[in-house]
C-alpha cells in the first residue's frame, strides 16, 4: 500500500505548460503518474504534448476538477502566484496539494495554510518548498527521482529535498511504500506527525524514516508524538551537527534559539522516545537494515 498517492490517484498540474512544469511533467508520466490535466488561464481549451500524449489545459482547477476527476494538484507556480493557485486548489477541494514552489512568502503560506483550516481541512498541502510525494511503482507527485528505488516496506518523512533522495538511493535494493518530502520553510502543510500517523496506519510499512533538520521544534514535538502513539521501529537522521553556530543554515525554518533547534537537541529528544539515530545518511540507512533484518 501507500499513503497519500497511489496507482488510483488522478493528477493535474498547476503550470503544466511552463517550463519546469512541462519538465517534471513528463518525469511524473515516465514514472507511470496518471497525469490527466494541466491548468493556465491563458491557455484554457488547448492542449499539451508530453510523452506521447495531449494533456488538455483547463482554464481553473475547479473546471479541470469537474472534467478528470483528479483529486491531486501539483503546483508549479511562480512565488507571487503561488497563493492564489493553493487558494484556488482549496476552493475546489482538492485532496492533496503537492506545492513545489520555493520561495513564497511566509504571510502567503500562513494564509493559504489558514484558508485550508477554514474550509474544513479538505485539502491536504504538501510544501511549499518541497520535492513532492512519491510511491514508487505506482505514482510521483513533484520533482523526486523516480529511478533510484522501488516499492518496499520503508516509509520516509523528511524536511530536506536532497536528504530524501539520498536516502532512498542509499536504500534502492529495499524499497518504499511511500517518500514524502515535507518541505523546510516555516510554514508547512503536513508535518512529520501527519507523515508518521499514516504510516503507522499502513500495513504495509514496516519500519519509518523520519530525516530532521536544524532548526524549529518540529523533530522534537515528532519525538513526543512517536513516544506516545508510534508502534513500529523509526529510524533518524538529523541534519546541521556542523553548522556553525550563530550562522543561518539552509532553510528558511533553520532558525537556531540557545539551544533549542539544534542538531543534538534533537538528536537526543528522538533518542529518549526510541528512534535509532544516524549520524551520517549511510549510516542511517545500515540502522534501517538492521532493524528491517
Known sequence: MAIFLDESSKVIVQGMTGAQGAHHTARMLRAGTNVVGGVNARKAGTTAGIEGKRLPVFGSVKEARAHTGAETSVLFVPPKFAKDAVTEAIDAEIELA???????????????????????????????????????????????????????????????????????????????????????????????????????????????????????????????????????????????????????????????????????????????AGVHVGKTPSETAELVRKVLS
Open 98 to 272: 503537492v506545492v513545489i514552489t520555493e520561495g513564497i512568502p511566509v504571510h502567503d503560506s500562513a494564509a493559504f495554510w489558514a484558508q485550508a483550516v477554514a474550509a474544513g481541512s479538505k485539502t491536504r498541502i504538501i510544501g511549499p518548498n518541497c520535492p513532492g510525494v512519491i510511491s514508487p511503482g505506482k505514482s510521483n507527485a513533484g520533482i523526486i527521482p523516480a529511478d533510484i528505488t522501488g516499492p518496499g516496506p520503508i516509509g520516509l518523512v523528511s524536511k530536506s529535498g536532497t536528504l530524501t533522495y539520498q536516502l532512498m538511493y542509499e536504500l534502492g535494493d529495499v524499497g518504499f511504500t511511500t517518500a514524502v518530502g515535507i518541505g523546510g520553510d516555516p510554514i508547512i502543510g503536513t508535518t512529520h506527525i501527519d507523515c508518521l500517523a499514516a504510516f503507522e496506519q499502513d500495513p504495509d510499512t514496516e519500519v519509518m524514516v523520519l530525516i530532521g533538520e536544524i532548526g524549529g521544534d518540529a523533530e522534537e514535538r515528532a519525538a513526543d508524538y512517536i513516544k506516545a502513539n508510534v508502534s513500529k521501529p523509526v529510524v533518524g537522521y538529523v541534519a546541521g551537527f556542523t553548522a556553525p553556530e550563530g550562522k543561518t543554515m539552509g532553510h528558511a525554518g533553520a532558525i537556531v534559539s540557545g539551544s533549542s533547534g539544534t542538531a543534538a537537541a534533537k538528536k537526543t529528544a528522538l533518542e529518549a
